[in-house]
T-cell receptor, first 117, second 119 residues
Framework: AQSVTQLGSHVSVSEGALVLLRCNYS??????LFWYVQYPNQGLQLLLK??????LVKGINGFEAEFKKSETSFHLTKPSAHMSDAAEYFC???????????????FGQGTILTVHP | GAVVSQHPSRVICKSGTSVKIECRSL??????MFWYRQFPKQSLMLMAT?????????EQGVEKDKFLINHASLTLSTLTVTSAHPEDSSFYIC???????????????FGPGTRLTVL
């Protein structure tokens, strides 16, 4: 079984400030981890993914995340927030099992990021 | 590349009618597609996994007779909400995995979603 917990349903930052969105996972096998962004009434766009290669993963739009096995965390960061970053962010873990469950994603509850001028 | 489309983007129907939502992979072949529903201010919940040429695998608690899934080709999966009721109103999102990518890639590409409102 696998699960994802995102700490903080809402995060508010000022434009130019550091963005930190927290994600902790639970998985009985080495996980694949993803961060997605969702704008209102749209589907999900992949920001970055961890697939057991480098622990520091760089994604699009200046975001990055660090996989920390000891802390079972995969927090998302961005050094300087832009107004356009305002959206909802989802952390997800993928099933490592075979068969029909392969590739099945389990999502966290989501974190709404607000960016103030 | 890796574009997934959904049609329609928005649909309003009367209670008791059936609604079909299409999910297409436009520039890749998808042996596996996934259907999610998302209630307002909530996360995505996986409804079912759709495999081309075989029956869909439904998650616990999802009524397979109410949410009919057909994955007739490598680029098309459909979700039909039968005898829709107001509680079925939700945002339905599909995703697809590219069969051309190695299994370790394990990424899903998401469609833009379909907003269903049942009156």
């Amino acid at each position: 079984a696998q699960s994802v917990t995102q700490l903080g349903s809402h995060v508010s930052v000022s434009e130019g400030a550091l963005v930190l969105l927290r994600c902790n996972y639970s998985s009985s096998v080495p996980p694949y981890l993803f961060w997605y962004v969702q704008y209102p009434n749209q589907g999900l766009q992949l920001l970055l993914k961890y697939t057991s290669a480098a622990t520091l993963v760089k994604g699009i739009n200046g975001f990055e995340a660090e996989f920390k096995k000891s802390e079972t965390s995969f927090h998302l960061t961005k050094p300087s927030a832009h107004m356009s970053d305002a959206a909802e962010y989802f952390c997800a873990v993928a099933s490592y099992g075979g068969g029909t469950s392969y590739g099945k994603l389990t999502f966290g509850q989501g974190t709404i990021l607000t960016v103030h001028p | 590349g890796a574009v997934v489309s959904q049609h329609p983007s928005r649909v309003i129907c009367k209670s008791g009618t059936s609604v079909k939502i299409e999910c297409r992979s436009l520039d890749f072949q998808a042996t596996t597609m996934f259907w999610y529903r998302q209630f307002p201010k909530q996360s995505l919940m996986l409804m079912a996994t759709s495999n081309e040429g075989s029956k869909a695998t439904y998650e616990q608690g999802v009524e397979k007779d109410k949410f009919l899934i057909n994955h007739a080709s490598l680029t098309l999966s459909t979700l039909t909400v039968t005898s829709a009721h107001p509680e079925d109103s939700s945002f339905y999102i599909c995703s697809a995995r590219d069969r051309g990518k190695p299994s370790s890639y394990n990424e899903q590409f998401f469609g833009p979603g379909t907003r269903l409102t049942v009156l």
